[in-house]
């Protein structure tokens, strides 16, 4: 079992920054990636930076040269940098841990624990 909690959403002008934390606790040894993901009403969960614990980041596009996201020595918490930011930033952005398990033989599971979410709005 992996518990997430975020922090660091609110409301900043187009162009401003704001950083997002999540802590980990639970079984942190067993997270092979944390990243977060936003989602606005009505709309697919989108995919925003991950982070593997062998240290490969993804980017989506849109955010690339951005957006940072980094992670502590211990791999228990992810922040992600946001500057330059846009309206259409603008989304609930959640927290991501993805925990992997060996089955028998060479099958992998793989399951996903989720932050409770933190608003980032975006206007003038």
């Known amino acids: 079992q992996v518990h997430l909690v975020e922090s660091g959403g609110g409301l900043v002008q187009p162009g401003g920054s704001l950083r997002l934390s999540c802590a980990a606790s639970g079984s942190i040894g067993s997270i092979y990636a944390m990243g977060w993901y936003r989602q606005v009403s009505g709309k697919r969960r989108e995919l925003v930076a991950t982070?593997?614990?062998?240290?490969?980041?993804t980017y989506v596009d849109s955010v690339k040269g951005r957006f940072t996201i980094s992670r502590d020595n211990a791999k228990n918490t992810v922040a992600l940098q946001m500057n330059s930011l846009n309206p259409e930033d603008t989304a609930v952005y959640y927290c991501n841990a993805q925990q992997k398990t060996l089955l028998f033989g060479p099958r992998i599971r793989y399951d996903d624990y989720w932050g409770q979410g933190t608003q980032v709005t975006v206007s003038p």
């Open positions: 982070i593997t614990n062998g240290g490969e980041i």
